[in-house]
Protein backbone atom coordinates (compact mmCIF):
# COMPACT_ATOMS: atom_id res chain seq x y z
CA UNK A 1 0.00 0.00 0.00
CA UNK A 2 2.80 2.59 1.18
CA UNK A 3 4.54 1.25 -2.11
CA UNK A 4 1.17 2.70 -4.50
CA UNK A 5 1.22 5.65 -2.62
CA UNK A 6 4.76 6.49 -3.14
CA UNK A 7 4.01 5.58 -6.64
CA UNK A 8 1.12 7.60 -6.90
CA UNK A 9 2.91 10.35 -5.40
CA UNK A 10 6.31 10.41 -7.86
CA UNK A 11 3.39 10.18 -11.00
CA UNK A 12 0.97 12.89 -10.16
CA UNK A 13 5.05 15.31 -9.18
CA UNK A 14 5.68 13.98 -13.06
CA UNK A 15 2.63 15.61 -14.33
CA UNK A 16 2.57 18.38 -12.55
CA UNK A 17 5.89 19.07 -13.41
CA UNK A 18 5.24 18.23 -17.39
CA UNK A 19 2.27 20.70 -17.07
CA UNK A 20 4.43 23.52 -15.64
CA UNK A 21 6.74 22.67 -18.61
CA UNK A 22 4.46 22.71 -20.86
CA UNK A 23 3.20 26.13 -19.85
CA UNK A 24 6.13 27.68 -20.30
CA UNK A 25 6.29 26.81 -23.35
CA UNK A 26 6.75 29.77 -25.63
CA UNK A 27 3.93 31.52 -26.81
CA UNK A 28 1.88 28.97 -24.95
CA UNK A 29 0.04 32.10 -23.09
CA UNK A 30 -1.13 34.57 -25.06
CA UNK A 31 -3.43 37.63 -23.18
CA UNK A 32 -5.30 40.55 -24.47
CA UNK A 33 -5.39 43.89 -23.42
CA UNK A 34 -7.51 47.53 -23.61
CA UNK A 35 -6.43 50.59 -21.60
CA UNK A 36 -7.58 53.85 -21.01
CA UNK A 37 -6.20 56.83 -18.90
CA UNK A 38 -4.54 60.55 -19.04
CA UNK A 39 -0.96 61.61 -19.72
CA UNK A 40 0.74 64.76 -18.63
CA UNK A 41 4.43 65.90 -19.12
CA UNK A 42 6.29 68.84 -17.18
CA UNK A 43 4.29 72.00 -17.40
CA UNK A 44 1.76 70.86 -19.91
CA UNK A 45 -1.76 69.95 -19.73
CA UNK A 46 -3.50 66.37 -19.10
CA UNK A 47 -4.18 64.79 -22.55
CA UNK A 48 -6.05 60.98 -22.83
CA UNK A 49 -3.93 57.68 -23.73
CA UNK A 50 -5.84 54.71 -25.35
CA UNK A 51 -3.40 51.61 -25.79
CA UNK A 52 -4.43 47.62 -27.17
CA UNK A 53 -1.93 45.77 -26.13
CA UNK A 54 -0.94 41.56 -26.74
CA UNK A 55 0.77 39.52 -24.31
CA UNK A 56 3.26 36.27 -25.45
CA UNK A 57 5.08 34.56 -23.08
CA UNK A 58 8.47 33.43 -24.13
CA UNK A 59 10.22 31.84 -20.94
CA UNK A 60 9.36 31.55 -16.91
CA UNK A 61 7.79 35.35 -15.85
CA UNK A 62 9.05 37.21 -19.21
CA UNK A 63 6.78 38.27 -21.68
CA UNK A 64 6.75 39.84 -25.19
CA UNK A 65 5.08 42.77 -25.46
CA UNK A 66 2.99 44.12 -28.68
CA UNK A 67 0.77 47.51 -28.56
CA UNK A 68 -0.89 49.81 -30.71
CA UNK A 69 -2.48 52.97 -29.34
CA UNK A 70 -3.62 56.78 -29.44
CA UNK A 71 -2.51 59.12 -27.10
CA UNK A 72 -3.41 63.07 -27.12
CA UNK A 73 -0.68 65.23 -25.53
CA UNK A 74 0.02 68.90 -25.01
CA UNK A 75 3.22 71.20 -24.10
CA UNK A 76 2.53 74.34 -22.89
CA UNK A 77 3.76 77.31 -24.77
CA UNK A 78 4.19 81.19 -24.66
CA UNK A 79 5.59 83.55 -27.66
CA UNK A 80 4.86 86.20 -29.87
CA UNK A 81 4.30 85.74 -33.47
CA UNK A 82 4.76 88.31 -35.93
CA UNK A 83 4.05 87.37 -39.52
CA UNK A 84 2.08 88.55 -42.84
CA UNK A 85 -0.25 87.13 -45.54
CA UNK A 86 -0.94 88.04 -48.73
CA UNK A 87 -4.60 88.34 -51.01
CA UNK A 88 -6.16 90.46 -53.46
CA UNK A 89 -9.42 92.59 -53.17
CA UNK A 90 -11.28 93.20 -56.33
CA UNK A 91 -7.96 92.38 -57.75
CA UNK A 92 -6.27 94.31 -56.05
CA UNK A 93 -2.79 92.77 -53.77
CA UNK A 94 -3.06 93.74 -49.97
CA UNK A 95 -0.65 92.61 -47.28
CA UNK A 96 -1.84 91.86 -44.22
CA UNK A 97 0.65 92.07 -40.71
CA UNK A 98 -0.63 89.29 -37.93
CA UNK A 99 0.69 89.11 -34.40
CA UNK A 100 -0.46 86.61 -32.36
CA UNK A 101 0.36 84.34 -28.64
CA UNK A 102 0.82 80.75 -28.93
CA UNK A 103 -0.90 79.30 -25.94
CA UNK A 104 -0.02 75.75 -25.85
CA UNK A 105 1.00 72.96 -28.95
CA UNK A 106 -1.14 69.86 -29.04
CA UNK A 107 -0.12 66.43 -30.05
CA UNK A 108 -1.84 63.72 -31.55
CA UNK A 109 0.17 60.31 -31.12
CA UNK A 110 -0.39 56.64 -32.52
CA UNK A 111 2.77 54.71 -31.47
CA UNK A 112 3.10 51.19 -31.98
CA UNK A 113 5.83 49.32 -29.44
CA UNK A 114 7.43 46.41 -29.01
CA UNK A 115 9.09 45.15 -25.64
CA UNK A 116 9.30 43.09 -22.61
CA UNK A 117 7.49 42.44 -19.67
CA UNK A 118 8.88 40.87 -16.58
CA UNK A 119 6.23 39.54 -13.92
CA UNK A 120 6.62 38.63 -10.55
CA UNK A 121 4.77 35.56 -8.83
CA UNK A 122 1.99 36.62 -6.59
CA UNK A 123 -1.00 35.00 -5.33
CA UNK A 124 -3.82 37.67 -4.84
CA UNK A 125 -2.09 40.21 -7.28
CA UNK A 126 0.62 40.42 -9.44
CA UNK A 127 3.06 43.05 -9.96
CA UNK A 128 5.29 43.65 -12.73
CA UNK A 129 7.83 45.91 -14.63
CA UNK A 130 8.37 46.52 -17.95
CA UNK A 131 10.47 47.96 -20.99
CA UNK A 132 9.85 48.98 -24.79
CA UNK A 133 10.57 51.12 -27.89
CA UNK A 134 8.30 52.60 -29.88
CA UNK A 135 7.81 54.32 -33.52
CA UNK A 136 5.21 56.85 -33.34
CA UNK A 137 3.11 59.14 -36.32
CA UNK A 138 2.52 61.93 -35.33
CA UNK A 139 0.06 65.17 -36.19
CA UNK A 140 0.29 69.13 -34.25
CA UNK A 141 -1.13 71.72 -34.31
CA UNK A 142 -0.65 74.81 -32.27
CA UNK A 143 -3.35 76.39 -29.75
CA UNK A 144 -3.16 80.52 -29.99
CA UNK A 145 -5.33 84.51 -29.14
CA UNK A 146 -7.15 85.41 -31.61
CA UNK A 147 -4.46 87.72 -32.90
CA UNK A 148 -4.19 91.35 -34.47
CA UNK A 149 -4.43 92.01 -37.81
CA UNK A 150 -3.32 95.23 -39.78
CA UNK A 151 -3.92 95.76 -43.62
CA UNK A 152 -0.92 97.39 -45.80
CA UNK A 153 -0.83 97.78 -50.22
CA UNK A 154 2.45 96.86 -50.31
CA UNK A 155 5.15 94.86 -48.61
CA UNK A 156 7.40 97.62 -48.34
CA UNK A 157 4.85 99.20 -45.94
CA UNK A 158 4.46 96.28 -43.36
CA UNK A 159 6.44 96.99 -40.44
CA UNK A 160 10.37 95.24 -40.43
CA UNK A 161 9.38 93.03 -38.13
CA UNK A 162 6.35 91.69 -39.61
CA UNK A 163 8.15 90.81 -42.99
CA UNK A 164 9.11 87.37 -42.40
CA UNK A 165 6.67 84.77 -42.65
CA UNK A 166 6.56 82.86 -39.71
CA UNK A 167 5.99 78.90 -40.20
CA UNK A 168 5.69 76.38 -37.28
CA UNK A 169 8.34 73.20 -37.48
CA UNK A 170 6.34 70.47 -36.73
CA UNK A 171 7.91 66.69 -37.08
CA UNK A 172 4.98 63.79 -38.32
CA UNK A 173 7.20 61.04 -36.55
CA UNK A 174 9.15 60.63 -33.48
CA UNK A 175 10.56 57.28 -32.06
CA UNK A 176 10.81 56.35 -27.77
CA UNK A 177 11.26 54.52 -24.99
CA UNK A 178 8.95 53.35 -22.79
CA UNK A 179 9.88 52.42 -18.77
CA UNK A 180 7.12 51.49 -16.35
CA UNK A 181 5.71 49.34 -13.28
CA UNK A 182 2.24 47.95 -12.97
CA UNK A 183 -0.03 45.43 -11.16
CA UNK A 184 -2.61 42.78 -12.39
CA UNK A 185 -5.71 42.03 -10.36
CA UNK A 186 -7.43 38.60 -11.31
CA UNK A 187 -11.11 38.86 -11.39
CA UNK A 188 -12.22 35.14 -12.87
CA UNK A 189 -9.93 33.15 -14.16
CA UNK A 190 -9.64 34.41 -17.79
CA UNK A 191 -10.22 38.28 -16.72
CA UNK A 192 -7.94 40.46 -14.72
CA UNK A 193 -8.18 44.26 -14.12
CA UNK A 194 -4.31 45.89 -15.18
CA UNK A 195 -3.36 48.98 -13.52
CA UNK A 196 -0.50 51.06 -15.05
CA UNK A 197 2.25 53.58 -14.99
CA UNK A 198 4.89 54.13 -17.07
CA UNK A 199 6.96 57.31 -18.58
CA UNK A 200 7.49 58.03 -22.32
CA UNK A 201 10.65 59.30 -23.26
CA UNK A 202 10.52 60.78 -26.85
CA UNK A 203 12.87 62.07 -29.81
CA UNK A 204 11.00 64.63 -30.95
CA UNK A 205 7.95 65.77 -28.72
CA UNK A 206 7.83 66.07 -25.22
CA UNK A 207 8.06 63.27 -22.31
CA UNK A 208 4.91 62.37 -20.82
CA UNK A 209 3.64 60.54 -17.81
CA UNK A 210 1.32 57.69 -18.36
CA UNK A 211 -1.33 56.42 -15.71
CA UNK A 212 -3.95 53.94 -17.28
CA UNK A 213 -6.12 50.85 -16.46
CA UNK A 214 -7.76 48.03 -18.69
CA UNK A 215 -8.76 45.02 -18.73
CA UNK A 216 -6.63 42.12 -20.12
CA UNK A 217 -8.45 38.87 -21.03
Known sequence: MKKLIVLLFILSFNLLFAQDNISQ????KLNYGIYGGINFG???????SFLFEFNANLISNLN???SLGYSKSYKTEAYTVKSYRTGSINNVQYFWAEQYEVNKKGYDVFP?????QFVFNEQSFIPYILGSLNYKLVDA???S?????????SFEE?????RTKHVEQFPNHSYGVNLGVGVVYPIFSKLSIDLRYFYEIDSEIINTHHIVVGISL
Not at 25 to 28: A, H, I, N, Q, V
Open 25 to 28: TPFS
Open 42 to 48: NNSETGG
Open 64 to 66: LNL
Open 112 to 116: VSVGF
Open 141 to 143: RIY
Open 145 to 153: SPGTTWTYN
Open 158 to 162: LPNEF
